[in-house]
């Protein structure tokens, strides 16, 4: 069977509808649903000059094959039109309507797996709904700890904390911490790449890792000792070495992934290297999630001067690994999808 994915637009004000008509001409060895309005896609389409065919769902048991041209829509509507480049706080409940309707279906095995666009945290928090991203929304669905992966064809980059002032997060890096994230790394790149057993590389907090506890104690009082507990029961990581010089081809020609210590540390690097042609997967839940490494562009909405790259790696890395489901040695998290709709559901 193919695997069945549901896309979500995100920020409807954004380029999430542009993206998605623009790479409704692509063809997906997939089945294809799009949670958002159908009133929506038809009007960006036709400022665009799309000729997109929209065809409405009543459930996703009606989703079939993917057909370039059409998009197969499950109607999510607006509070309020949507206008390109324009925020509208009123259109906030649609946005985590449709991720929630996302997650329902999955955690129901409805789905194989979630593709998200771009969202526009502001506005979610402008309307009083407490927001601070895609991948603690799914976590808090699911009571699951995320972590942060984003990955290019050539680079996947992990991070031990994400979304902190910079004065919070040495204090934020703890032994347990830095433990679970180099096993959900190692545990997932075996359940979703099919690496049976990856090569992790980890970056010291400090300058030079530490340089010996001169410029820092981290690495000595926490980083380190995880690294040697979790490689004595038989990972392949080491470290930490000096984050100035661990994104070298020295040091990336043996290395399946990497796990930096903060947001900015590891990020930019990748960014560099790949922007437009990377995505973010969610490691560490039972939802299958990709995204878009982008923001909502809303000075390029409803333009045709946006590039589809991101969302287009997005959708096949998603269709990619729902496919090889079965194949690799760990296929699921620990709790079932089923298990966590029937704790999830009323």
């Not at 542009?18 to 060895?29: G, S």
């Not at 999510?76 to 409940?93: D, V």
């Not at 797996?113 to 669905?141: M, Q």
């Not at 979304?163 to 890096?173: D, K, M, N, T």
Request: charged share 15%.
């Amino acid at each position: 069977m193919l695997p069945r994915l549901a896309i979500t637009p995100g920020e409807p004000a954004g380029i999430g509808p542009d993206l998605i008509l623009m790479l409704a001409q692509h063809a997906y060895p997939a089945a294809l649903a799009v949670l958002a309005d159908p009133g929506l896609l038809r009007q960006r389409a036709q400022h665009l000059a799309l000729e997109i065919k929209i065809k409405e769902l009543a459930s996703l048991d009606q989703v079939q094959a993917h057909t370039p041209g059409e998009l197969q829509v499950l109607p999510t509507k607006l509070t309020t039109p949507a206008i390109p480049g324009q925020l509208a706080k009123e259109n906030a409940g649609y946005v985590i309507q449709s991720l929630e309707q996302a997650a329902n279906t999955y955690l129901k095995g409805q789905i194989d797996g979630i593709v998200t666009g771009p969202v526009h945290k502001g506005i979610i928090n402008d309307a009083g709904i407490p927001f601070s991203g895609h991948t603690e929304f799914f976590a808090n669905i699911t009571g699951e700890i995320p972590v942060m992966m984003l990955a290019t064809e050539t680079l996947r980059v992990a991070l031990v904390t994400t979304h902190l002032p910079l004065s919070q997060v040495a204090g934020a890096i703890t032994a347990d911490k830095v433990r679970y994230t180099i096993n959900t790394v190692h545990q997932d790149l075996r359940r979703y790449y099919g690496i049976k057993q990856p090569r992790i590389l980890i970056s010291g907090l400090n300058p030079h890792a530490g340089e010996n506890g001169h410029l820092g104690h981290e690495e000595i009082d926490t980083i380190i000792p995880a690294i040697q507990v979790l490689s004595a029961q038989g990972i392949n990581v080491s470290g930490p070495f000096a984050a100035d010089t661990l994104f070298t081809e020295h040091h990336l020609k043996n290395a399946d992934a990497v796990i930096a210590m903060y947001h900015d540390q590891g990020l930019p690097v990748l960014k560099y290297s790949g922007f437009g042609r990377a995505i973010n997967i969610t490691l560490g839940l039972s939802i299958l999630r990709t995204s878009v490494d982008h923001g909502t562009a809303l000075d390029l909405a409803g333009t045709d001067n946006i590039d589809p790259g991101s969302f287009d790696l997005a959708i096949k890395t998603a269709i990619t690994i729902a496919s090889q489901k079965g194949n690799n040695e760990i296929t699921t998290r620990p709790h079932s999808p089923q298990a966590l709709w029937a704790k999830f559901s009323p």
